[in-house]
């Protein structure tokens, strides 16, 4: 079939119309599941539950970086103020470290007062949803019923969706204090978290769609 130069620049245009469509739907799901992070960053849920989950984040020569250090510190005052009477600390061990980075935490932990039958550690996991089903089991395995996720107040949109999926029965309780502080800084994160938090709503769905078919 020839298709006549203006019948293909009709097509073209119906096509390039469908193009701009998809562009402007997809920016504005992306804009606003950014402000959505946004916004729940200012969200504090936090109240006595019988522990707070510290979200991990990377140490280097047997130290907890910045960022971890303020999540631990946080979590410290929350065991003091009695919301909570126990802490877990999670991350596991990347290749060429000596301990894991929930081990690290520990002995940070430690040298804030907190007591060792306090402190409870997970060692396997490497992401933000590991750190929660490893913490999930440990609450299984230590009768704790409630929880406070600890991390960057960027982050808790999507820690606290992962929370949920995994079962547990938690509260949001952001760092009052962050590395995280210069302008360019926490737009790189926001951006960052946007593209974390669509990327597992899309897992999210993947899971869905092949349990169905399963």
Request: charge should be positive; glycine fraction near 6%; hydrophobic fraction near 40%.
């Given at each position: ?11 073209l ?9 998809m562009i ?25 539950a ?13 130290r ?75 609450m ?45 800084k ?29």
């Amino acid at each position: 079939m020839i298709i006549s130069f203006e019948g293909g620049e009709n097509v073209l245009k119906k096509i390039g119309k469908i193009l701009l469509v998809m562009i402007l739907v997809l920016s504005v799901y992306v804009v606003g599941n950014g402000a959505s992070i946004y916004f729940y960053s200012y969200r504090d849920e936090t109240r006595q539950a019988d522990v707070a989950i510290v979200l991990g984040a990377s140490v280097a020569y047997n130290r907890v970086n910045a960022v971890y250090r303020e999540r631990i510190n946080h979590a410290v005052d929350l065991y003091n103020n009695k919301d909570v009477s126990k802490l877990i600390l999670t991350g596991g061990k990347v290749a060429g470290q000596k301990y894991s980075d929930s081990e690290v935490a520990k002995q940070y932990a430690l040298s804030k007062g907190v007591k060792e039958k306090d402190i409870l550690i997970e060692e396997s996991s490497k992401t933000t949803l590991e750190n929660l089903i490893y913490a999930k089991k440990l609450m299984n395995q230590n009768n704790l019923k409630t929880a406070l996720v600890v991390s960057d107040a960027l982050h808790m949109r999507r820690a606290m969706l992962m929370a949920k999926d995994v079962g547990i029965d938690a509260y949001s309780s952001p760092t009052k204090t962050s590395m995280y502080k210069t302008t360019k800084k926490r737009v790189e994160f926001l951006k960052n978290e946007t593209i974390e938090y669509i990327l597992y709503k899309c897992y999210k769905i993947v899971q869905h769609f092949t349990k169905i078919h399963i």
